[in-house]
């Protein structure tokens, strides 16, 4: 059984940044994609960012475009978010997920395997 763990998030100020990691463990470790979600209170999930293992494609949301990049280490099995110039906005619980297929979605219901979450708060 894929298991996910996020952490790294955490309290920051507008215009600051954090980088979030997504640890993958478990067997088998079948999967090809990992994406990046979020949920804010009172909003609809957002799919944020999405990468293919094999580094043939990422993608981002329009909202975190130019500040938000999604990164792997495939040796360590870990996905990372580095999140630079944060905004209220982006205060939210953040999931990665992940997904055998070889094809990157926006969407959550493409993906089978998901960790527990992890906040970012964006305040002053």
């Known amino acids: 059984q894929l298991q996910l763990v996020e952490s790294g998030g955490g309290l920051v100020q507008p215009g600051g940044s954090l980088r979030l990691s997504c640890a993958a463990s478990g067997f088998p470790l079948d999967f090809n994609a990992i994406g990046w979600f979020r949920q804010a209170p009172g909003k609809e999930g957002e799919g944020v960012s999405c990468?293919?293992?094999?580094?043939?494609?990422?993608n981002y949301a329009d909202s975190v475009k130019g500040r938000f990049t999604i990164s792997r280490d495939n040796a360590k099995n870990t996905v990372y978010l580095q999140m630079n110039g944060l905004k209220p906005e982006d205060t939210a619980v953040y999931y990665c997920a992940a997904r055998g297929n070889y094809y990157c979605s926006d969407s959550a219901r493409a993906f089978e395997y998901w960790g527990q979450g992890t906040q970012v708060t964006v305040s002053s």
């Open positions: 990468i293919l293992l094999n580094g043939r494609s990422t």
